[in-house]
């Protein structure tokens, strides 16, 4: 895949996100779609900030009223 094994290994511990140029090269290795991986961390990403700030966010923010 031409990915270094430090960067896969830092991947795998959570030490590193995946970036566009890796979820390529996965997604062709593997046969998934170019943004497969890449939807993958964005997700990942999203669902870890949701959780840690989602209530906060709640409690800052009021929704703006209808028109």
Request: aromatic share 10%; glycine share 6%; with cysteine.
């Amino acid at each position: 895949m031409k990915i270094p094994a430090n960067r896969i290994s830092q991947i795998i511990r959570g030490r590193r996100a995946v970036s566009a140029d890796t979820s390529i090269r996965l997604g062709r290795y593997f046969g998934f779609s170019p943004g497969y991986w890449h939807n993958m961390q964005k997700h990942f990403e999203f669902e870890c900030v949701r959780r840690s700030s989602q209530a906060q966010i709640e409690k800052q923010i009021q929704p703006r009223e209808a028109a």
